[in-house]
């Protein structure tokens, strides 16, 4: 071709003057254009990086093979080879990252399952997701050995991460353990942080991921700065949470799930997931954040709460969580959910308002720790502080307590509540008495902006048990009606204080002996 175009430009006859520069520009840039397609090579869709400790067939596959130290620049490179939609598949093996890696927009970083592949990062190595459309499938990450960094404050903003930190959207995670040392926050961290990403956060999905005896939070939510601070619609399927701080806590606050820190959450889909053994609650929102359109669905909470209990707690007192579901208001849906052996709480709910329980069963809450609880453990511990618009408030249909540690069932400042067939048997009670709807005003640490007993409310409900004095006591009710069936030989097995003064029906609850076969 290069021969052709010196022989062309060489032949006088074949030039006209007023048209030269024209013709031979074109010439040049079709000649070009061609030599360009003819030396072009397909950029890959796929490469592959080899751990240092892998098998020797796959680093004979490898593009690019480690030698088991900076691994995250092998890595690294390799990602930043990719057009958008490639893939970097990592070999079986361990990759020692002493820094971070940032997937580009578009790619996918996937290894040979949890079990194969295993990304250690230290030195405050991180996979940070900031760029948008990242997928992850089938790797183990750890963090370990994080240090403060900071010279100017004694908040080190470097350690209040995550050993994956998702700042942008789209983002997909399949298949991936984690763990971590106490040196840094999460191991799962959404953040959205406007100085890594301004837009809102949305669209994250987990599916097959597990955070197992890490010394930090399992999953989290967190927001920095004052704008975008909603995260939407995230969506959890299938994802574990195992003894989260239980060995070891990054802070006294740690939990096995974390939606709402700083936050605001809208959006949140959590199926078939669980939470067990957690230093605090299993599954938890903070207070302030706003939650909407918030749905767990066939999640278990197990055996969490294993932090102390001060002795001076008083109900409602935010010091300790202890829960297996801790709800402290917004619209937040649990549906077939299961709490059981929670030390303090199996649920807690706070200023309800619009909130639905539906199917939820409890059971052992607070068996396990009743020695060294200053205060009753509770199944079911229904509260209200602030004023609400929802009515109704909480509508609780088809739950179960069954053998509480203390009460079934305690629920304190509370109006428009709606329980329908809601099943107690068997609570161990406290000082002789198995569940409380309604309690005198000030019972509260907080202060209640309405009064502390229930009113406006129906409430349907069965029990049984015995060894107690009381199996049901009601007081300070207004506007209360009562249905359902009380079996047992307790002396006073439904003790109601002022009801026919205060305008409590309890014409429809039924108060049959425990050797009753009706």
């Not at 030599?35 to 690019?64: C, E, F, M």
């Not at 989290?220 to 195992?242: F, K, M, P």
């Not at 409602?316 to 709490?339: E, K, R, T």
């Not at 929670?342 to 909130?355: D, K």
Request: proline share 5%.
């Amino acid at each position: 071709m290069i021969t052709y175009l010196h022989a062309w430009l060489a032949e006088p006859a074949r030039i006209h003057a007023a048209g030269k520069c024209r013709s031979i520009s074109l010439l040049i840039g079709i000649t070009l254009s061609l030599l360009l397609v003819q030396g072009a090579v397909a950029v890959p869709t796929i490469l592959y990086v080899a751990a240092s400790d892998g098998n020797p067939a796959s680093k004979a596959q490898a593009n690019y093979t480690c030698d088991g130290f900076d691994d995250q620049v092998e890595i690294q490179m390799a990602l930043s080879a990719l057009p958008d939609g490639g893939k970097v598949v990592l070999s079986d093996g361990t990759f020692n990252c002493s820094g971070s890696i940032a997937p580009t927009a578009g790619t996918t970083l996937s290894g040979q399952g949890p079990d194969a592949t295993i990304i250690l990062f230290s030195q405050n190595g991180r996979l940070n997701l900031s760029q948008v459309r990242v997928t992850l499938d089938g790797f183990r990450i750890e963090g370990t050995g994080y240090k403060n960094l900071s010279t100017e404050t004694t908040l080190d903003l470097s350690q209040w991460l995550g050993v994956l930190t998702i700042y942008a959207s789209h983002a997909r995670i399949y298949n991936v353990t984690g763990t971590a040392d106490s040196s840094i926050q999460a191991v799962f961290l959404l953040l959205h942080d406007p100085n890594v990403y301004a837009p809102p956060l949305e669209d994250i999905e987990f599916v097959n991921c597990r955070a197992v005896d890490p010394e930090t939070y399992g999953f989290l939510h967190n927001a920095w700065g004052t704008e975008n601070t909603t995260i939407r619609d995230v969506r959890y399927e299938s994802c574990q949470a195992i003894n989260c701080g239980r060995n070891g806590a990054f802070n006294p606050w740690v939990t096995g799930f974390d939606f709402a820190e700083l936050n605001n959450i809208e959006g949140l889909w959590v199926s078939n997931c669980s939470a067990e053994g957690s230093l605090e609650s299993g599954f938890h929102f903070e207070w302030d954040p706003v939650k909407r359109d918030c749905v767990l669905i066939n999640c278990s909470s197990r055996n969490n709460g294993n932090k102390p209990c001060p002795e001076t707690y008083r109900i409602g007192d935010p010091s300790i969580f202890g829960s297996g579901f801790y709800l402290p208001g917004g619209q937040v849906s649990l549906i077939n959910c299961h709490a059981e052996g929670n030390s303090m709480f199996g649920y807690f709910i706070v200023n309800p308002n619009g909130m639905l329980l539906y199917n939820c069963t409890e059971s052992s809450t607070g068996r396990t720790r009743i020695a060294d609880l200053p205060v009753a453990p509770i199944s079911y511990c229904i509260l209200q502080s602030m004023p609400i618009s929802e009515n109704p408030s909480l509508v609780m249909e088809h739950c179960k307590s069954a053998d509480s540690g203390g009460w079934g069932i305690f629920v304190c400042g509370t109006e428009n509540a709606l329980i329908r067939n809601f099943t107690m048997t068997n609570p161990a009670g406290v000082d002789g008495i198995g569940s409380i709807l309604g309690c005198p005003s000030g019972t509260l640490l907080v202060n209640s902006t309405i009064d502390a007993g229930v009113s406006n409310s129906t409430i349907d409900l069965s029990a049984s048990g015995g060894g107690l004095e009381t199996l049901l006591y009601i007081a300070n009710n207004r506007n209360v009606t009562y249905s359902g069936r009380i079996v047992s030989d307790a002396a006073h097995p439904v003790l109601a204080e002022d009801d026919g003064a205060l305008g409590v029906d309890l014409s429809r609850l039924e108060v049959l002996p425990a050797n009753s076969t009706e």
